[in-house]
Structures are given as C-alpha cells and as structure tokens.
C-alpha cells in the first residue's frame, strides 16, 4: 500500500500579537521620553533666556541710574555759577544759574546708542531703532506710551528710561520735628493739604481698621513718631502760626496698642517715605492723595524750594516766607480765599515763565510782597533767606526702568547732592522691583 501523504497541521487561529504590542509600548515610551525631552529643553531654554534678559534689565537700570548721578553732578555745578552783573541785568535774573538741567535732559538709552558699538563694532545711528515694537515702559510710563521703541543697546535689544524728581521741592514732614517757625509753616501747609474740600471723604469714613481721624490727628500722630519722647503732643490752634505744639499728658501709643500685632512709636526720623503707612490715619487711599507731595529724605535743615510746579506746594513756600505775626502775614484773611491764592499762584508762574534763569528767592518774594503780603522780617536780610525757603535742591529722586526681552527692572534711588556728599552724590535710599 502506498505511504498516505503526512497530515497538514491547521493554521491557529489565536494569534498573540505579542511583538505587535511591544513594538507599540516601545514607540508610545520613545514618544513620551522624546516630548518630555523637548518640554524640559524648551523650558530650560526659557529660563536661561529670562535669567539673561533679567541680568541685562538690572544692569540697563543701573545705567540710567548711574547716567542720572552724572547729570546731577553737572546740574550742582551750575547752581554754583554766578554770573556777572551787567549780564545778569539783561538777562532779568540775579545772577545765579538756576537753570534746571534735569528737567531739560531725557535720560534713556537713546541719548548713548551713538555712543555704545554693536556685536560688529559698528556705532548704531542715533534714530535708528530696531523692532519697532513697543516696550513695556507704557506700562510704567503712561504718558510716554507709543513714544519708546525697543531698540538695540550695544549688541542685544534692550532700553532704559530714567525719571528725576526733585524732593525738595516737596512738603518734609521731618519738619515737623525742627524749631525756628519750620515747624508752624509745615504744621500750616499740611493743614491747608489736607482740609481741601476735594479731600474730605478721606477724613469722612473708617479705615479698613475702624479707625475715622481727622487731619490734625494725622499730622500729630506724624510728630508723635519723630520726637523723641514717648507724650502725645497737642496742636494749639491760638500760636499755630508761631508755636503749633505744645506738651500734652497722653500716651503717645495709645493708638497703636489696638493694633494687631501692638507696636509702638518709632521715636526717630523717617529711613523712607513708606514708613508713612504705619502711622494713625494714613493708609493706602491717604498716599494716594498726597504721597506726591510729601518726602522724608532731605536734610531737615534744607528748605522748601520755590521752583515747584505744583499749586498746593507753591502755597507751602507762600506759607513759609510771610510773617507770622502780621496781620497781613500768615494771619492775612486773604489766605483764606482761594481766587487770591489762585490769582497769586498764577503770578508766581507767570514771572518764573519770563525769567530766562529761573525764579530766584528775591524774585518770588518781590511777587508776594506785590500781592499786598508782608514777608518774614528776617528776609528782609539778604543773608537770611536761606533759613526759610531756596530756589535749588540738593536732594533727587531717581526712578529707572530696564527693559530686556520680557523682563523689566525697576530701580527707584534718592541721591542727596550736597558739597560734602561726593560728585555724584549720597545714596539716602535705594529699591529695585
């Protein structure tokens, strides 16, 4: 018989599969490994692109910082300058220079990218801007917003833009703590500040602490902080014009012992104007309202200077040059009409427009004494009129921004310029956001 053929085994039809799956485990761990991969680098790559960015906006800052010194060092040098006689006869001045340099220049990266090469070492022309797109200074600087492109500032894209102020042409609250008539006209001024009509729904309500004060607690509880002794002291309303206070019997803590947690008066002067905020009755909606006008950083023997374009400020130095015993002084009925304070605002400006080298001490107090007020004694001296009111500043705020990429710095100084400060300047303050 013949051999049958071997029997065919049938396909299975299980099939596993099991090299199909781990093909497919293997290609989703690679995806996931890879996407992760690419995440970490593309966020580590940020990072390293903030840090930089971040280093370059801090270093711009400190550019118009250090720029702004330099331009107060030339600015003190020409408060020095006087000039001769006959040439400041026909010029309508006194003779001094006070010119004020700081409020004419704009300091920002375009005064210097003529100066600074690029990567290639080529100078970039002084209009030349790159990008086009505008920088996030509008955000700091409303007022210039669509003015400052981005440009390129040596060899990476970058740009900064400084601010001065001068603070002494602000009311120094540490004034309340001297003697010789500073303290009445700053008691005064404060009062004037703070009763305006437009102000009195600060005065009105509770704080977020329950707490309703009154100006004149405020400004007692500011001199409560800077004495030195540890009595609350009382305003007497009848020699506010000479002697404003006078020694009371409270505990000068009293208000602050409800706080939570208690503190107590700090019984020195102000290290910044933030310090404000821990005293009874100022909060955030009072530094809205005057933290403009207000400073601590200037010497307390400095005064306030008449060059100032606010109307509330240029009251303050009214205040200060009349006489506080005449009745056409301080004590004038006049001071309580606001068109005759207005009218002579308007004048005070009117003669500083016409000065081709700024309002001098004689000059303001020619136009006071023209509006029917009678002057301090002591001013009629020329050697005196240094004691109570000036025409330069010595202290300056600086506020510079830095702008790399994304990120922005902010650095805010307060130089205080005097013979004995350095060239460039004392730093009484510094702060970088």
């Given at each position: 018989m013949p051999t049958p053929p071997p029997r065919q085994r049938k396909p299975n039809g299980r099939r596993r599969g099991v090299a199909l799956l781990i093909v497919t485990v293997s290609v989703a761990l690679l995806t996931i490994m890879g996407t992760q991969f690419a995440f970490d680098s593309?966020?580590?790559?940020?990072?390293a692109v903030n840090s930089r960015d971040e280093l370059r906006a801090y270093y711009l800052a400190r550019s118009g910082v250090s720029l702004s010194r330099l331009l107060l060092s030339f600015q003190k040098q020409v408060s020095g300058l006087q000039l001769p006689p006959e040439i400041a006869a026909l010029l309508g001045g006194s003779g001094a220079l006070n010119i004020q340099l700081w409020k004419m220049a704009r300091i920002d990266c375009h005064m210097l990218s003529s100066l600074v090469p690029d990567a290639s070492g080529e100078l970039a022309?002084?209009?030349?801007?790159?990008?086009?797109t505008e920088g996030r200074f509008a955000g700091e600087f409303p007022e210039l917003a669509g003015q400052i492109s981005q440009r390129r500032f040596g060899d990476f894209d970058g740009c900064f833009l400084a601010t001065l102020g001068d603070e002494e042409q602000k009311i120094n609250v540490m004034r309340l703590n001297s003697v010789g008539g500073n303290d009445a006209a700053t008691v005064q001024t404060l009062l004037s500040?703070?009763?305006?009509?437009?102000?009195?729904?600060?005065?009105?309500?509770?704080?977020?602490?329950?707490v309703k004060t009154t100006p004149q607690e405020v400004v007692l509880a500011i001199k409560d902080w800077i004495d030195e002794d540890e009595i609350g002291d009382s305003l007497n309303l009848q020699t506010i014009?000479?002697?404003p206070f006078q020694r009371g019997f409270a505990d000068e803590n009293r208000e602050y012992s409800r706080y939570e947690p208690p503190y107590e008066t700090k019984n020195a002067g102000f290290d910044s104007l933030a310090e404000l905020y821990r005293i009874h009755g100022v909060n955030d909606r009072f530094m809205a309202a005057f933290g403009d006008r207000l400073?601590?950083?200037?010497?307390?023997?400095?005064?306030?200077?008449?060059?100032?374009?606010?109307?509330?400020?240029?009251?303050?130095?009214?205040?200060?040059?009349?006489?506080?015993?005449?009745?056409?002084?301080?004590?004038?009925?006049?001071?309580?009409?606001?068109?005759?304070?207005?009218?002579l605002i308007q004048q005070i400006r009117a003669a500083r427009m016409f000065s081709f080298l700024g309002m001098s001490v004689q000059d303001f107090l020619t136009v006071v004494q023209s509006a029917g007020l009678a002057v301090n004694p002591a001013l009629t001296n020329q050697g005196s009129v240094s004691r109570l009111v000036s025409d330069t500043s010595e202290t300056f705020s600086i506020r510079s921004v830095g702008e790399a990429g994304n990120v922005t710095k902010t650095i805010t100084t307060v130089v205080r310029n005097g013979a004995q400060d350095g060239t460039f300047g004392r730093l009484v303050y510094w702060r970088e956001e």
């Open positions: 593309r966020v580590q790559f940020g990072m022309a002084p209009d030349q801007a790159r990008g086009g500040l703070m009763g305006d009509p437009r102000f009195e729904f600060l005065f009105e309500s509770e704080d977020a602490n329950r014009t000479t002697s400073t601590v950083y200037p010497d307390v023997n400095r005064n306030l200077n008449i060059n100032s374009d606010d109307p509330m400020l240029l009251y303050a130095a009214i205040l200060t040059v009349l006489d506080p015993n005449s009745p056409q002084g301080r004590l004038s009925p006049q001071l309580q009409n606001p068109l005759f304070v207005q009218e």
